[in-house]
């Protein structure tokens, strides 16, 4: 059998329709092919799946901010860098000058103001030449590649980059960084041209989305809080100022660059990628808006879907007997998190006084957080304490940790038959 996403991949792109603009306020990016068309999808595992012009290389543009960001945040802690950059959505266009009245920071990461003062906060006692490079090699790690610089597309930029210079000057003006402006701009002009495919933007998207590890190189880049709070500015502040359309249209956190590139993350299940240099009126790839659009509905996923019910988290319960009395037996099946775990608490508040024991099977049990492995281990010492001996079978570690808090621990068996449980009343 040959799977049929490559395909499918192939058929989204055939059916998107063209329009807009290339980006020419850059002049270098108004000469790359506008036909260009790519589509990238990785897994959590770092399998990849491309279609049309997936080994073409572009610059990454706006799209290495939440990137950068993600280095930021990593190298100086989360509240070091709210001091500096906000995380409320701008309602402006992406190079708007403007700074929040009150605090005097930019209002994210994600407009050109924010991510030039992003930029400045990486290494910020180094060079710009080794900023770029430090920038370079982070940005590599999340793409698993070595990534180089377009030093055209780079030099176009910056002998327009006025208003780039501008937002520098202003948040230089206060207190925003201590650096030299023009080396900013130039380091963040650098930071915008580095080379990508779109295969290499599935890679880095599904990083953020596999909670800071790289799915391909099997190794982490930044810890797991910093990719939620990457992916929460993304999905705010992610596709300039369609950002609310898109997050009820496409439901996917997401960043778009003038290159024409798109990127969305569905925290743990895939990174996506499209590219197509043409440019609606707010600066959005034209062809992967729609491409991503397509994405959303046919493989359902927008992240507010309501995912699965939990009320199917136990599989069977019954009453079985023992050598002292008859044991309440619970097997539980898939996810254990807050709402299936609280499922399984009302069950074990509902069990008679006069039950002798109770034992948790947890054989099927595919995943166990860790406010679920909490939730039960205080459920079972409750128990206990009210008299109950509990039993746990958990022959696949689901929770390697049993210590029911107090020091004790459940009395442990690989099968509830080898607990001695007979028969289900
Ligand atoms: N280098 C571009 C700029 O700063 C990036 C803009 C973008 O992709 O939105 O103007």
Redesign the pocket.
């Known amino acids: 059998m040959k799977t049929p996403i490559p395909e499918y991949l192939v058929e989204v792109l055939d059916g998107t329709q063209d329009g807009g603009e290339v980006a020419s306020y850059?002049p270098e990016l108004a000469r790359v092919n506008p036909d260009r068309l790519a589509a990238a999808l990785c897994m959590s595992d770092g399998r990849l799946y491309t279609a049309g012009d997936a080994d073409t290389r572009f610059t990454i543009?706006?799209i290495s901010k939440p990137f950068v960001y993600a280095l930021a945040v990593q190298e100086l802690g989360l509240d070091e860098v709210l001091k500096r950059i906000g995380v409320e959505p701008s309602g402006e266009t992406?190079?708007s000058a403007s700074l929040d009245p009150h605090t005097q920071r930019p209002d994210n990461p994600m407009v050109?103001i924010g991510a030039i003062a992003t930029h400045a906060l990486v290494r910020p006692d180094a060079t710009v030449a080794e900023r770029v490079e430090h920038i370079r090699a982070g940005l590599s790690a999340f793409a698993g590649r070595e990534l180089e610089l377009d030093l055209n597309v780079c030099s176009s930029?910056l002998e327009t980059a006025f208003r780039?210079l501008s937002l520098a000057y202003l948040v230089r003006s206060v207190g925003g960084f201590e650096q030299d402006p023009r080396g900013i701009v130039e380091g963040y002009?650098h930071q915008?041209s580095l080379l990508v495919d779109a295969r290499d933007l599935a890679v880095m998207a599904m990083t953020l989305a596999n909670a800071g590890i790289n799915p391909v190189a099997k190794e982490r880049v930044v810890d797991e809080a910093v990719a939620q709070q990457v992916l929460s500015v993304m999905t705010t502040c992610g596709m300039y100022d369609a950002t609310g359309d898109w997050m009820t249209q496409v439901g996917i956190p997401a960043k778009s660059?003038?290159?024409g590139g798109i990127i969305g993350a569905l925290p743990g299940q895939v990174g996506a990628a499209v590219f197509s240099p043409r440019l609606d009126d707010v600066?959005n790839s034209v062809r992967g808006v729609q491409a991503f659009e397509r994405f959303s509905k046919d493989m359902g996923m927008h992240l507010l879907k309501a995912p699965p019910l939990s009320r199917d988290v136990v599989r069977r319960a019954g009453v079985r007997e023992s050598n002292h009395g008859p044991v309440h037996a619970i097997e539980l099946q898939g996810p254990l998190r807050f709402s299936s775990t609280e499922r399984v608490l009302r069950r074990l508040q509902d069990i008679p006084e006069d039950t002798h024991g109770v034992a948790l099977d947890l054989t099927r049990v595919s995943s166990v957080d860790d406010v679920s492995r909490r939730m039960l281990m205080e459920g079972l010492r409750r128990l206990r304490l009210e008299g109950h001996p509990v039993y746990f079978v958990d022959p696949k570690s689901a929770i390697p940790d049993r210590d029911l808090g107090d020091g004790s621990y459940p009395t442990e068996a690989e099968s509830l038959d080898e607990l001695g449980l007979t028969g289900l009343a």
Do not use: H, K, L, R
């Open positions: 850059i543009q706006s992406f190079n050109n930029e780039n002009t915008c660059g003038v290159g600066g």
